[in-house]
């Protein structure tokens, strides 16, 4: 009978898991179109929904990215109608087989693993895999990070068993796909070959060299001054976004508890003789097999660097969770616990998860926070609500066309008559002997940017004779991160401005 439920137990334990994991994945899937695209996101549109494969590679020339999500996300909008919800779909499948080969990768290395639990490993790694913040936050974004997962689990996945081909495909289509791809496995190849895997590190290097060749013919725009002048020099913020992104809000207190947790299954919750906790082959070890080692040596040269030319940016350490959660869930998996020290773990992971259920999805689900907007960015309500004005100007007017267009494909809006214009627009409307009565303002983005780029287009038009009012367009407190400005001419319908 005990023999019975201890098979039943375990078994109880995974259906619970492949549960919450569903849950999880089906939450995100039910929020891909609750929030309108914020400008990374239009960004994407802009670049991949081209009428041709060649202005695609054109616009790419002068991109901080290298291509292969780009031309992916071009043909998933030739099969399928070019929108939000079809470009967000693109990442939610890649987040759901990102995560099923983190899961599998996790149990394969436990079975290699003197003292490891294979189902237990497979457990953690599949509630780290698809529903902590890092990988939930990138399921339902326009942006390639969950492909990235993807393809550099599939590459750990393959170096792993040493089965070469597939390794050097998916090292091509990771760097390929963003530069932390190429720097992971530009990491990887030093490595393979200090410890004296020439084939492992022939394989890798070469298949970075169409990345690298990429880089080179888009040095000029990537070595520029301005390019990625958002990034800062790294400093402890860089740390507390990063484990804000892996643990969910208020980390460093989070992590504390973590620790604490650690502290007490350390001293009352492990079995007085633990059994031999190396692995079945000698070598090479967890860290190196899981990939993890290779990571964090590229973790380190990205930081190093990023003094000079600033690189480190929290969202593209995701390319970490392919080698952490194998590598912790395979840890976690060994560790000779009491029934006190399951009990303290399993309380503290049931904690976590609940925490998660809300952290994950803060800036996905408007019922939680209020207002909708992703990244402090709300295009979509502007649109919406100017879309029948003749006269809309921003600075940031190709961002507010490409999200006009994706309101159209949703059906949300009619086509509008007059795109949106820019400064050079609105100045040559001022010139002219035909003022409108009313003309609009907008943008989108946190309150000091918006206050900054409306300013400079306030004070052209109000130098014509036009009074300017912030005005309101989803309810007061409902639209943080839309701001409008009403300008109305103040001059008599016959002066000489007419």
Not at 108 to 128: C, F, H, N, Q
Not at 227 to 248: M, V
Not at 364 to 381: K, T
Request: aromatic share 10%.
């Amino acid at each position: 009978m005990s023999g019975a439920l201890g098979v039943v137990r375990p078994r109880l334990g995974l259906v619970l898991v492949v549960l919450v994991c569903s849950v999880f994945a089906l939450r995100a899937l039910l929020l891909i179109d609750a929030t309108g695209l914020w400008s990374d996101e239009l960004y994407t549109v802009g670049k991949s929904f081209q009428p041709s494969y060649a202005a695609l590679l054109a616009m790419l020339r002068l991109d901080t990215h290298p291509p292969l999500y780009y031309s992916l996300v071009w043909i998933w909008g030739r099969v399928l109608p070019a929108s939000a919800v079809t470009l967000r779909l693109f990442s939610w499948l890649a987040y759901l087989a990102g995560g099923l080969l983190i899961t599998a990768q996790a149990g394969a290395l436990a079975r290699r693993w003197s003292g490891a639990k294979p189902r237990l490993a497979v457990a953690a790694a599949a509630l780290m895999a698809f529903c902590s913040p890092y990988p939930v936050r990138f399921a339902i974004e326009g942006k390639g990070y969950a492909l990235l997962v993807l393809l550099v689990a599939l590459a750990w996945w393959w170096r792993q068993r040493h089965q070469w081909l597939g390794y050097g495909i998916s090292v091509v289509l990771a760097a390929l796909t963003h530069y932390y791809g190429l720097f992971l496995f530009a990491a990887a190849a030093v490595w393979d070959g200090w410890r004296g895997r020439r084939r492992a590190s022939l394989v890798a290097s070469v298949g970075l060299v169409p990345a690298l060749l990429w880089m080179v013919q888009a040095s000029a725009y990537l070595m520029r001054n301005g390019t990625g002048a958002w990034i800062g020099r790294p400093d402890f913020a860089l740390l507390e976004d990063t484990l804000a992104r892996a643990l969910g809000l208020w980390p460093l207190p989070k992590l504390a508890l973590l620790l604490l947790v650690a502290v007490v299954v350390a001293r009352a919750g492990l079995q007085a003789s633990p059994p031999d906790q190396n692995p079945r082959s000698e070598s090479p070890g967890l860290a190196d097999r899981s990939g993890l080692t290779p990571s964090l040596l590229m973790v380190g040269g990205v930081v190093a660097m990023s003094f000079w030319k600033p690189m480190a940016f929290s969202r593209y350490f995701v390319v970490l969770l392919p080698a952490l959660i194998p590598w912790l869930a395979v840890r976690l998996s060994a560790l000779p616990l009491t029934q006190r020290g399951r009990g303290v773990v399993a309380l503290a992971a049931a904690a976590l998860v609940l925490s998660w259920w809300w952290h994950s999805f803060c800036e996905l689900d408007p019922a939680v926070n209020g207002h909708g907007a992703r990244e402090a960015d709300q295009f979509q309500l502007v649109s919406r609500a100017l879309a029948a004005e003749p006269h809309r100007f921003s600075r940031r007017e190709r961002l507010f066309n490409l999200s006009d267009r994706m309101e159209v494909a949703a059906g949300r809006m009619a086509q509008p008559e007059v795109p949106w214009g820019g400064a050079s627009e609105l100045d040559q409307l001022l010139v002219s002997s035909a003022l409108p009565d009313e003309l609009w303002l907008a943008d989108s983005g946190d309150v000091e940017g918006t206050r900054r780029r409306l300013k400079a287009l306030r004070r052209r038009a109000e130098g014509a004779s036009y009074r300017c009012q912030k005005a309101e367009i989803a309810g007061s407190g409902s639209a943080p991160y839309a701001q409008v400005q009403q300008c109305q001419l103040e001059v008599p319908l016959h002066s000489e401005h007419r």
